[in-house]
T-cell receptor, first 106, second 112 residues
Framework: KNEVEQSPQNLTAQEGEFITINCSYSVGISALHWLQQHPGGGIVSLFMLSSGKKKHGRLIATINIQEKHSSLHITASHPRDSAVYIC????????FGTGTLLAVQP | SAVISQKPSRDICQRGTSLTIQCQVDSQVTMMFWYRQQPGQSLTLIATANQGSEATYESGFVIDKFPISRPNLTFSTLTVSNMSPEDSSIYLCSGGTSDGYTFGSGTRLTVV
Protein backbone atom coordinates (compact mmCIF):
# COMPACT_ATOMS: atom_id res chain seq x y z
CA LYS A 1 0.00 0.00 0.00
CA ASN A 2 1.30 3.44 -0.94
CA GLU A 3 2.09 5.81 1.89
CA VAL A 4 0.20 8.58 0.09
CA GLU A 5 -3.08 7.82 -1.66
CA GLN A 6 -4.99 10.29 -3.79
CA SER A 7 -8.51 10.12 -5.14
CA PRO A 8 -9.79 10.32 -7.71
CA GLN A 9 -7.01 9.44 -10.14
CA ASN A 10 -8.84 11.15 -12.98
CA LEU A 11 -11.48 13.83 -12.84
CA THR A 12 -13.41 15.58 -15.59
CA ALA A 13 -15.49 18.60 -14.67
CA GLN A 14 -17.52 21.25 -16.41
CA GLU A 15 -16.40 24.84 -16.15
CA GLY A 16 -17.81 26.43 -12.98
CA GLU A 17 -18.07 23.23 -10.99
CA PHE A 18 -16.77 22.85 -7.45
CA ILE A 19 -13.96 20.29 -7.38
CA THR A 20 -12.54 18.24 -4.52
CA ILE A 21 -9.40 16.14 -4.59
CA ASN A 22 -8.58 13.96 -1.61
CA CYS A 23 -5.31 12.79 -0.09
CA SER A 24 -4.82 10.20 2.65
CA TYR A 25 -1.48 9.26 4.13
CA SER A 26 -0.22 6.67 6.55
CA VAL A 27 2.94 8.21 8.01
CA GLY A 28 3.55 10.87 10.61
CA ILE A 29 4.28 14.18 8.96
CA SER A 30 5.56 17.65 9.69
CA ALA A 31 3.85 19.16 6.64
CA LEU A 32 1.70 18.34 3.62
CA HIS A 33 2.07 19.97 0.23
CA TRP A 34 -0.32 20.38 -2.65
CA LEU A 35 1.41 20.77 -5.99
CA GLN A 36 0.24 21.48 -9.52
CA GLN A 37 2.03 19.89 -12.47
CA HIS A 38 1.52 21.09 -16.03
CA PRO A 39 2.01 19.01 -19.18
CA GLY A 40 5.64 20.10 -19.64
CA GLY A 41 6.48 18.59 -16.26
CA GLY A 42 7.09 21.75 -14.27
CA ILE A 43 5.64 21.89 -10.79
CA VAL A 44 4.14 24.80 -8.89
CA SER A 45 3.75 24.62 -5.14
CA LEU A 46 0.18 25.58 -4.21
CA PHE A 47 0.04 25.05 -0.47
CA MET A 48 2.06 23.85 2.46
CA LEU A 49 -0.09 22.82 5.42
CA SER A 50 0.61 21.57 8.89
CA SER A 51 -2.86 22.19 10.31
CA GLY A 52 -6.24 23.72 9.55
CA LYS A 53 -7.07 25.41 6.31
CA LYS A 54 -5.50 27.72 3.76
CA LYS A 55 -7.07 29.69 0.93
CA HIS A 56 -5.52 31.28 -2.12
CA GLY A 57 -7.86 32.72 -4.70
CA ARG A 58 -10.21 29.95 -5.82
CA LEU A 59 -8.14 27.23 -4.14
CA ILE A 60 -8.75 25.95 -0.63
CA ALA A 61 -6.71 23.29 1.14
CA THR A 62 -7.63 21.61 4.41
CA ILE A 63 -5.90 19.05 6.57
CA ASN A 64 -7.04 16.84 9.42
CA ILE A 65 -3.93 15.61 11.19
CA GLN A 66 -5.80 13.13 13.41
CA GLU A 67 -7.47 11.48 10.42
CA LYS A 68 -4.34 11.80 8.21
CA HIS A 69 -6.39 13.33 5.45
CA SER A 70 -6.26 16.45 3.32
CA SER A 71 -8.48 17.90 0.63
CA LEU A 72 -7.88 20.40 -2.14
CA HIS A 73 -10.94 22.30 -3.33
CA ILE A 74 -11.26 24.40 -6.46
CA THR A 75 -14.23 26.74 -6.61
CA ALA A 76 -15.67 28.01 -9.90
CA SER A 77 -13.36 25.76 -11.90
CA HIS A 78 -11.94 26.96 -15.19
CA PRO A 79 -10.26 25.18 -18.12
CA ARG A 80 -6.94 26.73 -17.10
CA ASP A 81 -7.16 24.68 -13.89
CA SER A 82 -6.59 21.55 -16.00
CA ALA A 83 -3.41 19.93 -14.70
CA VAL A 84 -2.17 17.13 -12.48
CA TYR A 85 -2.57 17.86 -8.78
CA ILE A 86 -0.14 16.09 -6.50
CA CYS A 87 -0.26 15.63 -2.76
CA UNK A 88 3.11 15.22 -1.02
CA UNK A 89 3.81 14.64 2.65
CA UNK A 90 6.94 15.39 4.57
CA UNK A 91 8.04 13.17 7.42
CA UNK A 92 11.63 14.17 6.59
CA UNK A 93 11.84 13.98 2.80
CA UNK A 94 8.88 14.46 0.48
CA UNK A 95 6.75 11.43 -0.36
CA PHE A 96 4.50 12.00 -3.36
CA GLY A 97 1.11 10.69 -4.30
CA THR A 98 0.52 9.54 -7.85
CA GLY A 99 -1.48 12.62 -8.70
CA THR A 100 -4.98 13.47 -9.87
CA LEU A 101 -5.41 14.38 -13.52
CA LEU A 102 -8.02 17.12 -13.73
CA ALA A 103 -9.64 18.20 -16.97
CA VAL A 104 -12.05 21.12 -16.86
CA GLN A 105 -14.17 21.39 -19.97
CA PRO A 106 -15.63 24.69 -21.19
CA SER B 1 9.42 32.25 -2.51
CA ALA B 2 12.49 31.19 -4.47
CA VAL B 3 12.32 30.74 -8.24
CA ILE B 4 14.26 27.93 -9.93
CA SER B 5 15.43 28.05 -13.53
CA GLN B 6 15.98 24.54 -14.89
CA LYS B 7 17.69 23.78 -18.20
CA PRO B 8 17.20 22.17 -20.63
CA SER B 9 13.43 21.88 -20.68
CA ARG B 10 13.59 18.85 -22.94
CA ASP B 11 16.09 16.82 -24.89
CA ILE B 12 16.30 13.78 -27.09
CA CYS B 13 19.53 11.88 -26.58
CA GLN B 14 21.26 8.90 -28.08
CA ARG B 15 21.75 5.72 -26.11
CA GLY B 16 25.14 5.66 -24.36
CA THR B 17 25.56 9.43 -24.11
CA SER B 18 25.25 11.67 -21.05
CA LEU B 19 23.13 14.74 -20.33
CA THR B 20 23.71 17.38 -17.66
CA ILE B 21 20.72 19.23 -16.25
CA GLN B 22 21.22 22.54 -14.46
CA CYS B 23 19.18 24.29 -11.79
CA GLN B 24 19.77 27.88 -10.76
CA VAL B 25 17.89 29.32 -7.79
CA ASP B 26 17.37 33.05 -7.45
CA SER B 27 18.05 32.95 -3.71
CA GLN B 28 19.87 30.71 -1.29
CA VAL B 29 18.06 27.54 -0.30
CA THR B 30 18.97 25.22 2.50
CA MET B 31 18.35 22.01 0.61
CA MET B 32 18.30 20.98 -3.03
CA PHE B 33 16.87 17.75 -4.33
CA TRP B 34 16.70 15.88 -7.61
CA TYR B 35 13.67 13.78 -8.58
CA ARG B 36 12.75 11.46 -11.40
CA GLN B 37 9.24 10.90 -12.71
CA GLN B 38 8.94 7.93 -14.99
CA PRO B 39 5.93 7.81 -17.34
CA GLY B 40 2.73 7.31 -15.39
CA GLN B 41 4.56 7.20 -12.06
CA SER B 42 4.86 9.51 -9.09
CA LEU B 43 7.96 11.53 -8.36
CA THR B 44 10.86 9.60 -6.86
CA LEU B 45 13.73 11.20 -5.00
CA ILE B 46 17.10 10.48 -6.61
CA ALA B 47 19.33 12.33 -4.18
CA THR B 48 19.83 15.29 -1.91
CA ALA B 49 22.45 17.66 -3.28
CA ASN B 50 24.83 18.77 -0.54
CA GLN B 51 26.81 21.94 -0.89
CA GLY B 52 30.51 21.27 -1.36
CA SER B 53 30.29 17.55 -0.69
CA GLU B 54 29.01 14.35 -2.22
CA ALA B 55 25.26 14.02 -2.70
CA THR B 56 23.20 11.67 -0.57
CA TYR B 57 21.60 9.05 -2.83
CA GLU B 58 18.39 7.13 -2.27
CA SER B 59 18.21 3.39 -2.54
CA GLY B 60 18.43 2.32 -6.14
CA PHE B 61 20.39 5.34 -7.33
CA VAL B 62 24.18 5.54 -7.54
CA ILE B 63 26.70 8.29 -8.09
CA ASP B 64 28.24 6.70 -11.17
CA LYS B 65 24.91 6.83 -12.97
CA PHE B 66 23.65 10.16 -11.58
CA PRO B 67 26.59 12.35 -10.58
CA ILE B 68 25.44 15.53 -8.85
CA SER B 69 27.25 18.74 -8.08
CA ARG B 70 26.28 21.60 -5.80
CA PRO B 71 29.11 24.12 -5.66
CA ASN B 72 27.08 26.76 -3.78
CA LEU B 73 23.67 27.40 -2.20
CA THR B 74 22.01 28.50 -5.44
CA PHE B 75 23.19 26.07 -8.13
CA SER B 76 23.18 22.34 -8.78
CA THR B 77 23.62 19.95 -11.68
CA LEU B 78 22.48 16.38 -12.30
CA THR B 79 24.11 14.27 -14.98
CA VAL B 80 22.36 11.23 -16.40
CA SER B 81 25.23 9.04 -17.57
CA ASN B 82 25.47 6.30 -20.17
CA MET B 83 21.80 6.68 -20.96
CA SER B 84 19.44 3.92 -22.00
CA PRO B 85 15.79 4.14 -23.06
CA GLU B 86 14.82 3.26 -19.48
CA ASP B 87 16.17 6.66 -18.42
CA SER B 88 13.46 8.41 -20.41
CA SER B 89 11.68 10.42 -17.73
CA ILE B 90 11.00 13.88 -16.40
CA TYR B 91 13.77 15.07 -14.11
CA LEU B 92 13.00 17.79 -11.59
CA CYS B 93 15.05 19.76 -9.13
CA SER B 94 13.68 21.31 -5.98
CA GLY B 95 14.90 23.77 -3.41
CA GLY B 96 13.73 23.71 0.16
CA THR B 97 13.72 26.08 3.10
CA SER B 98 11.77 26.07 6.33
CA ASP B 99 9.04 27.97 4.48
CA GLY B 100 8.46 25.25 1.93
CA TYR B 101 9.61 23.87 -1.40
CA THR B 102 10.07 25.36 -4.86
CA PHE B 103 10.36 23.24 -7.96
CA GLY B 104 12.03 23.66 -11.30
CA SER B 105 10.14 23.52 -14.57
CA GLY B 106 11.34 20.00 -15.32
CA THR B 107 13.48 18.37 -18.00
CA ARG B 108 11.69 15.91 -20.26
CA LEU B 109 14.32 13.43 -21.42
CA THR B 110 13.81 10.95 -24.23
CA VAL B 111 16.54 8.42 -24.92
CA VAL B 112 16.51 6.77 -28.34
Amino acid sequence: KNEVEQSPQNLTAQEGEFITINCSYSVGISALHWLQQHPGGGIVSLFMLSSGKKKHGRLIATINIQEKHSSLHITASHPRDSAVYICAVRPNKLIFGTGTLLAVQP
Amino acid sequence: SAVISQKPSRDICQRGTSLTIQCQVDSQVTMMFWYRQQPGQSLTLIATANQGSEATYESGFVIDKFPISRPNLTFSTLTVSNMSPEDSSIYLCSGGTSDGYTFGSGTRLTVV
